[in-house]
């Protein structure tokens, strides 16, 4: 029997976390482990078009299709041969009507993080809508932090892990700092493809996690939320918190 497609959102508000380069880089990991793949690019951008037009045809395909047209349902886009669909999504609009079309499918939301002051507050806020998002709350979906380009243990990053132990939510992977995604994206690969190139290779155990991770994450319950995480989710310190221990799991 064939299994399902997974639907993995790729989301956050903040505008230049690295969603299109997580969501481009983890199409290549997946294409390259045998699944099917889907990148549904949902940004009017169209980042992940231009990628895809500077992809080399010996490269594994990978197929993406544009899913920013309003008049798009987006479900309808993957078909029955998808194993996996990676959706990218706009900086800004939050929880607006097509966002929750998009919570609605997805089985998997990834939250992208840099830990700048500023980053932590608008990330804050859109955890916290999230959490409280009415969609959401009805089935909860598994969801993992990736806290991004991440240069040493400094006291923004541990603002940031502080801020994300509050929350009790996971920090699933950290990907470093490096030129190398730029370059990546540039010469429409992903940097699972680039296995000459040092700096790509020093983030392949990071990429492995964050698989791991969405293999084994447990399907959307559709045990509702108590009220109370809701809740918590609006008691969390701000990000001008003194930083504690770290969180790392
Ligand atoms: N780990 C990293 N190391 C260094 N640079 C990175 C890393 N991740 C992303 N970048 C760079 O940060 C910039 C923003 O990344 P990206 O476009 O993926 O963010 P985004 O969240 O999709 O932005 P937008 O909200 O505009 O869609 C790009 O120049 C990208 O190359
Ligand atoms: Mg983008």
Redesign the pocket.
């Known amino acids: 029997m064939r299994k399902e497609t997974k639907h993995i959102l790729v989301a ?1 508000s ?11 880089n983890l199409t290549v990991a997946l294409a390259l482990k045998g699944e099917r793949v889907t990148l549904l690019d949902h ?1 009017p ?1 169209g ?1 992940c078009r231009h990628w895809t037009a500077a992809r080399s045809p010996e490269m594994e395909p990978v197929l993406v299709k544009n899913a920013s047209a309003p008049s798009v349902e987006v479900s309808r886009l993957v078909d029955h041969e998808t194993d996996v669909s990676i959706i ?5 609009p939050g929880m607006d009507a097509a966002f929750n079309e998009l919570i609605k499918l997805s089985d998997v939301i990834l939250v ?1 993080m840099l830990s700048s002051a500023l980053d932590i507050r608008a990330g804050e806020r859109f955890i916290t809508d999230l959490m409280t998002n009415r969609l959401f709350r009805a089935k909860p979906r598994p969801l993992g932090i990736i806290c ?3 240069s040493g243990d400094t006291a923004c990053y541990q603002k940031l892990v502080h801020f994300l132990r509050c929350l009790d939510l996971p920090i699933i992977a950290q ?8 370059r990546a ?1 540039e010469e429409g690969l992903g940097i699972m493809e680039m296995t000459n190139n040092r700096a790509a290779r020093k ?1 392949y155990s990071a990429w492995h996690k964050l698989m791991e991770w969405i293999d084994h994450a447990p399907s959307a319950t559709t045990s509702p939320l108590p009220l109370a995480a809701g809740k918590r989710a609006r008691a969390v310190p701000s990000a001008g918190v003194t930083p504690s221990a770290t969180n790392q799991r």
């Open positions: 956050n903040k505008g230049g976390c690295g969603k299109t380069t997580i969501a481009i940004d951008q980042s990218d999504t706009a900086r800004g992208p991004n380009r991440v990907f470093r700092e490096s030129p190398v995604y730029a994206v983030e």
